[in-house]
C-alpha cells in the first residue's frame, strides 16, 4: 500500500473547519438572546460562521479522501477565500454588539479569525506542497 | 559530506525525536512570553487604573454602598447609580486642603428597544473637572455640547457615530485610550446631557431618582492641596458632613492591588515552574539520547570529525530546535493574550492592559534568549559526553 503524502495536513484541515463549525455553535458561540428577547446581530455573525465552517468541513473531507494531488491541490486552494470569509464575518462584514467585552467581541471573534487564519496558512502550505509534488512526478 | 548541513539532516532523520524536543521547547517559550505579557498586563492595568480616577478622595452618599457595590462601580464601570443633594459640594469646598472639588453624575442605561448598549453614564461638570477632562482631551480638544459624548474604548460604536439612551441620540465625538478596566466601557457626557438623559428615563417610566436633576449630583472627586494628608482631608469630611462618606482612593485601589499581586507571583510561579520542568525534561530527553548516538558519534570520528566538532553538532541541533519551537512558542503566546485580553480581563476581573509594541518586543526577545539558554543548556552535559566517546569500544560493541 503507497504512503499518503503530508496526512497531517489534511487531517489538520479537517479538524480545524469541523473546530469553527463546531465551536461558533457552541464553546466559542457568540452572546445569548437579549434581556428584551431579541436576538443582536452577533448571533447572526455566528450562524454565518458556522455555515462556512461547515461548507469548509466538506471541502476538508473531500480534501481528505481525494486521489490525486491535482484535486487536493485545488480543494485546498478553494479553501483559501472560504477562510478569508469567515475570518471577515464577525466584527467586518456583520456588526458585533457595542461592548468589547461581551462575548461575541471577546470569545467569538478572535477564535474565529485565528482558525480562519491558520486555516488559510495550512490550506496554502497544503496547495504548495501538492504542487511541487505534482511537478516532481509524484502522483499520490 | 556537508558538516554545515548535518544538524538539520539529523533532525529531520529522527521525526519523531525532533517533535518532542520541539513541543518542550515551544511549551517553556509559550509559558514564559504569556506569563510575563500578563504579569505586565495587570500592571499596566493598575497604574491606568490609578492615572484614570485622577482624584484623591471620593465623596459619595452614605447610602451609596446599600444601593450598589462601591469599588465595582467607581472602578469596574459597573451600571449603578446614587444621588445627594448638590449643596454639599459646597461644604467639601470649605473643607481646609480641599484644593480641588468637582461634582459627578453617574447614570446606568438599560439594554432595551430605547437604549443601545447598557452601560455607566458619567457626567461631569467641564468647568470644575480634573479628572476626566486631561483624559477627554487625548482625543477630544473642542468643549463637549450637549448630547455629545465621549466613549471607553471599549465600546465599539466609531467616532461619528451615535448611540441611543432613553431614546435620545448622543454624537460619539471621541474615544477614550485603554485603561485595561471596566472604565473603559463607559460614557462621558457633560452634565447637561446627563440631566436631558436623567429626564428622558423619567419620561419613559424608568427614573432613577424622584428629586430634581438640577439639585442633585452623583459623587464629588476631590483634589487634596499639597502639604495636607490625604487620609486626615477624608477623615473629617467623614466626622463633620452629615449623610456623606469619603472615600480616599488608595484604599479603593488596595483591594485590587493586593488581587493583582497574588495573580502576579503565582503567575511568576507558574512560569518559573514550567522553565524548569521543561529544562529537566529537556535534560533528560538529551541524556536519553547519549546511548542511542553512540555509534552515529562513533562513525563520525571515524571519519574524521573531532571531538569540539562532534560537540558544536549537538549544540547547533539544541540551538535550531529553540529558535524554531521559541518562535513557535512566542507566537502562539502571541495569538492567545492578544486576541482574548478581553476575555482574560473578564475571567479574572481585574484591570487588564497589554503593554505596548516596545515591552512586547522585549519579552519576546527575553523569551527567546530562556529558550535559546535551555536547549543548549539542557543539551551540554549530552554533547560533553558524545564528544568523548571511545570510538574503538563503542564499534567493537556494534560488531
Known sequence: MKKRKYIALDAALVVLTALLTIGALTFFSPCGIHDDGTYGTCHWAGAAAAGIGAVMLVLAVIHLIAGSQTAKKFVAVSMI??????????????????????RCNAVMRPSVTIISIVIIIIALLDAVLRHRLEKSGDKR | MNIRSLPIKNLKKK?????????????????????????????????????????????????????????QMLLSGTPGYFYMDKSNLGKVLSVEGVEKASPQYFMASVKAGCCSLKTQIIGFDPDTDFSVTPWISESYQSRLETQDVVVGSDITV?????????????NVVAKLAPTGTGLDTAVYANDDTVKILMQAAADKGMAQTEGDPDTLISAIYIKVADGYDVQTVADYINIYMKKVEAVPARSMLSGISDSLSGISDTIKLLVAAVWILAFVIMIIVFSGLVNERKKEFAVLRVVGMSRKMLARLILTESLILSVIGGVIGIALGAAVVFPFSAAIEARIGLPFLTPGAGTVILLAALSLVAALVAGPAASAYSAYKLSRVDTGVILREGM
Open chain 2, 15 to 71: 521525526p519523531g525525536r525532533t517533535a518532542v524536543l520541539l513541543i518542550l521547547v515551544i511549551f517553556l517559550s509559550f509559558a514564559v512570553f504569556a506569563g510575563s505579557v500578563t504579569v505586565s498586563s495587570l500592571g499596566n492595568g493598575l497604574s491606568g487604573l490609578e492615572r484614570r480616577l485622577g482624584a484623591d478622595i471620593i465623596v459619595v452618599p452614605s447610602s451609596a454602598r446599600s444601593h450598589v457595590d462601591l469599588e
Open chain 2, 158 to 170: 466609531p467616532v461619528g457615530g451615535r448611540v441611543r439612551f432613553y431614546d435620545v441620540n448622543c
Open chain 1, 81 to 102: 477565500p472560504s477562510a478569508l470569509l469567515s475570518a471577515l464575518i464577525p466584527g467586518t462584514l456583520i456588526p458585533l454588539c457595542m461592548m468589547a467585552g461581551m
